[in-house]
């Protein structure tokens, strides 16, 4: 019975397209927001799960966020429309919401191989030169 199950449970993930645990290994990227930039502590991650630790060190005392995009554009060459760039006409994986002067947050996401671009799209910021590039390779 259990030889049945554990069959039954591979064919499913297969069915399903998901991949083996090694091939979507986790990752951390550790992204610093400035007052007119965004550091990455690398550019390039396997494809899976990567969570982006972030921290808030611009000197400016202003709130920030970093929103990833999956996108064939340059970092520099986003639309932008009102001071912001508008994300939904990109294809917005997640963001990280509202970090405070000084404060840290993070979150995961699933990426898949391609060219991403992280940005801070509080009004003014994106302009400012807060986006920088991530990619992802298989």
Known sequence: MRLAYGIAVLIGAAALGMTSPASWAQQ???????????????????????????????????EHELVVLKTDLADNALPVNKGQVPEHQLRKVGEVEDIAPGKSKHMSFSLAPGHYVLICNKPGHYAAGMHTTLAVTP
């Open 28 to 62: 951390t990227v550790r992204a610093t927001l400035l007052s007119t930039a965004i550091q990455l502590d690398k550019h390039k991650v396997k494809t899976g799960r990567v969570t982006i630790d972030v921290k808030n060190s611009a000197d400016n005392n202003m």
